[in-house]
């Protein structure tokens, strides 16, 4: 006979912070996991207040929470309240996915440049980064994200634009001396020796300025990825492939990065497949 007093198994919560939230389709993509795995938990967006973060972050393991994504703006922010770093997180100078340790401690992970490179060997298995140099558009954290992980995945050199030039040097004084910094005037220049070219800005996306960068120096066969998933195909995915380049849209990243969050918190490492695109892009 059952004991009626014994008390309920916790249901796992997890969820994603920024401000604001309302658009992330993180909700839909680990809601989709759970639900197809059978999986008991949920997955919330959570709009918290910039003076608020850290009060909530360390309040959250006992709210039932065993874990967390992070977006902008507070990827660095929520530094400050995380007990243990991951190297890479380090190094990348952000945090994207916390777990709420059974001690108390709270860990910080990084996981933007393992959703990069997932994405594009996924749909690129036979891309190797030794096959010659990267050009990466923009300076930002999700630059910081990927040049962290070519650099570590082998690829010789990485030549970095941005529009504010200051900012591509301080990320070539961070990675060392194979980022090498060119005018953005001149990033069309970088285009004809690369192997792999990379936009990390939000040029492209809805409701912001197209990417004016001169594409004529894309050359067949170079693999050609842009992290903005809205829309799907942006102008430089769509000349690219115009001009027999193979092109990786932004929308696999987001996938990927989701993975070892999900398995840390729920226990089940998800699949990244045709079917949870659909149900992301649903």
């Keep these: 006979m059952s004991d009626a007093s014994a008390p309920l198994p916790r249901i796992p919560l997890a969820g994603v ?35 608020k973060l850290l009060d909530v972050v360390r309040l959250m393991p006992s709210m ?8 902008v703006p ?17 190094l990348i100078g952000a945090v994207n996915t916390l777990i709420f340790r059974s ?5 910080g992970d990084n996981t933007d440049g393992y959703g990069f490179l997932a994405n594009i060997r996924q749909e690129v298995p036979d891309w190797s980064a030794a096959d010659g140099p990267a050009v990466v558009l923009g300076a930002g954290g999700a630059a910081r994200a ?7 995945a082998g690829v010789p050199e990485i030549v970095l634009t941005n529009r504010t030039r200051l900012r591509a040097e301080t990320l070539r004084e961070a990675f060392g001396h194979r980022v090498r910094v060119v005018d953005w005037l001149q990033a069309g220049n970088a285009f004809d020796g690369a192997a792999t070219v990379v ?7 809805v409701g912001k300025p197209e990417l004016r960068v001169p594409l004529d120096g894309l050359r067949a066969g170079t693999l050609v990825t842009d992290l903005v998933y809205a829309p799907l195909e942006t102008r430089l995915l769509r000349v690219a492939a115009a001009q027999g380049c193979r092109t990786v849209d932004g929308l696999g990243m987001l996938l990927h990065q989701a993975v070892p969050g999900f398995e ?17 892009l649903a």
């Excluded at 001690?103 to 860990?107: A, E, F, M, P």
Aim: glycine content about 10%; charged content about 25%; cysteine-free.
């Design 103 to 107: 001690d108390g401690r709270i860990h």
């Design 264 to 280: 840390r918190w729920f226990g089940r490492r998800p699949d990244v497949d045709a079917a949870t695109r659909e149900a992301v």
């Design 199 to 205: 936009n990390t800005t939000s040029l492209g996306m």
């Design 17 to 51: 912070i920024g401000s604001p939230i309302a658009h992330s389709r993180s909700p839909r993509l680990h809601g989709h996991w759970l639900r197809r795995y059978g999986l008991p938990g949920h997955y919330v967006p959570l709009d918290v207040p910039a003076d």
């Design 146 to 152: 990927v040049i962290a992980s070519l650099l570590d």
């Design 74 to 90: 507070y990827k660095e922010k929520v530094m400050e309240v995380v007990d243990q770093v991951t190297d890479r997180a380090t």
């Design 64 to 71: 039932g929470f065993v874990g967390a994504n992070v977006t």
